[in-house]
């Protein structure tokens, strides 16, 4: 494989192949869309929910200390004051006089800043603040006792739900809580299709320690972060940390890095890591008037945890995946080959099923094998166009394996199993289908890796 670079046109690639094979859509789309929303078809809701249930799998199943929660997007709004996101959590805003588009003041260029014009080369609105945090009205009146907000991000959720998990739970400092869900930023720019929006959803583990071992459970997590995308597959080569200076470090964190991912339009954040020290178990102490320190029965010590926080983006790792799954590369008398090359796990269809021909009875045994796949795979059956354009179709949305049912099969009951990456074919019986697409799931490696 060649060294990854930037490709902004890879990113309009991307999007046309969302739309056209179904992966994601403009939300209300026959309306003329909504901006910054979107809207997962049947790839791409698949895809999402394999990269949650993959995650999942690896932070909870794979952990006998770490416990799964789901709390609720609306909360008491004293919560957000606590958390210090009535008071933090905002932007600064400059708008162009001329065309009204608005810019997140510290996306502007130094001189920009300095001289006041936006990119446009226009006088800008003097910055002022925006608060990211959506507002609504719970009850029949709308007034300041009915106001809540739609959660910016899930770790609230979490803290707030300690004491109640270390109660019900039985488990011991260290662990974690993990959980998988919606939230919503009132973001002043939204871009790059997925990337940024106001509706997106996270997956995030807070580890709570001992004081004393904040340092070693941090170092732990990054390492264990980073191992976790190259067992999804993903290029080595287009990852890297980024650690948070002291001008970029939150309210909240003694240590922060990032995981950052060379998307088509540069590097950018995928997943936080940070030291959040025992601010927010602390703070929902102090708002809530509820003792949140913990009880080592062992020791008899009390003490308030420090928190080791990893927060992945679920729609960021979407893209990520796409965008590091995709390839075209030379098939021949100048024809191109799309390909996906998702980790198995990850494929929104796992085997494709394909009789060579309609006739003499060839369709039906090929229906009567996809329908016994189904039982423990993503199947897809497929009977219309050449074989050649029938393996094509599922090489563009990342179909890891390909069945293809002939006379012989009548015969002997064998059939051809085709592997996206490398398009070789094998025979084999139908008894063995299963087995040998579990073998290449549990051996795959990433072709050029």
Sequence with gaps: M???TIDPKLMETIVSLCKRRGFIFPSSDIYGGLASAWDYGPLGSELKNRIQKFWWREMTQLHDNIV???????MHPKVWEASGHIENFDDLMAEDTVTNERFRFDHLTPE?????????????SAPRRFNLMFKTHVGAVEDSASVVFLRPETAQGIYVNFKNVVQTSRVKVPFGIAQVGKAFRNEIVTKNFIFRTVEFEQMEMQYFVHPSEDEKWFDYWMAQ???????LGIRPDCLRFHEHGPDELAHYAKKAFDIEYLFPFGWNELEGIHNRTDFDLS???????????????VKGERFLPYIVETSAGLTRTVLMVLADAYEEEEAGEGDVRTVLRFHPDLAPITVGVFPL???DGIAEVARKIERELREDFSSFYDQGGAIGRRYRRQDEIGTPYCVTVDYQTKDDNTVTLRFRDSMEQIRIPVSQIGERIRQGTREYTRVGT
């Design 225 to 231: 972060r980073m191992e976790y995308y190259a067992k």
């Design 357 to 359: 021909v309609k006739k």
């Design 283 to 297: 703070r929902h102490a102090e708002f809530s008037g509820k003792d949140l320190t913990y009880l080592d029965d």
């Design 2 to 4: 060649s060294e990854p």
């Design 112 to 124: 920009q800043q300095s001289t006041m014009t936006s990119p446009a080369g226009n006088p800008l």
């Design 68 to 74: 799964g929660i789901d709390a609720a997007i609306m």
